[in-house]
């Protein structure tokens, strides 16, 4: 991304839960199907570590995927926006995950 598609990011993850943003209740039934998928795809055995790339559910939805995700895990999320990474982690402290870390990174330049 250029550094205008950045600030576009920036300026997004900067406002309150947009208002456009997923209806809470189509929300709430997308995280339980995705979390059922994850629950089905994943093998029996718990990953010590999990990563996600992309924290805009965490930060603004009720779609949210990594609190409560893996409890036993230690999760990792990044995002390009350190606005949405600070919404993020603000949504985590509500929450009381204590194995979640989060920080900003272009995942195509680590």
Known sequence: MGK???DVWE???SGA???WYLDPLVARAK?????RLIERWSPPVHP?????TDLFEEA???DQLLFGLF???VVYGIDL???TVRSATDSASKSSPANCFFGVADLRAL
Not at 48 to 52: C, D
């Open 11 to 13: 300026e997004l993850g």
């Open 4 to 6: 205008l598609q950045n």
């Open 81 to 83: 926006a350190f606005s």
């Open 17 to 19: 839960r947009p208002n």
């Open 48 to 52: 010590a570590r999990v990563l996600k």
């Open 60 to 62: 603004f939805g009720e």
């Open 31 to 35: 995280r339980e199907e995705h979390l």
């Open 71 to 73: 409890e036993d895990s």
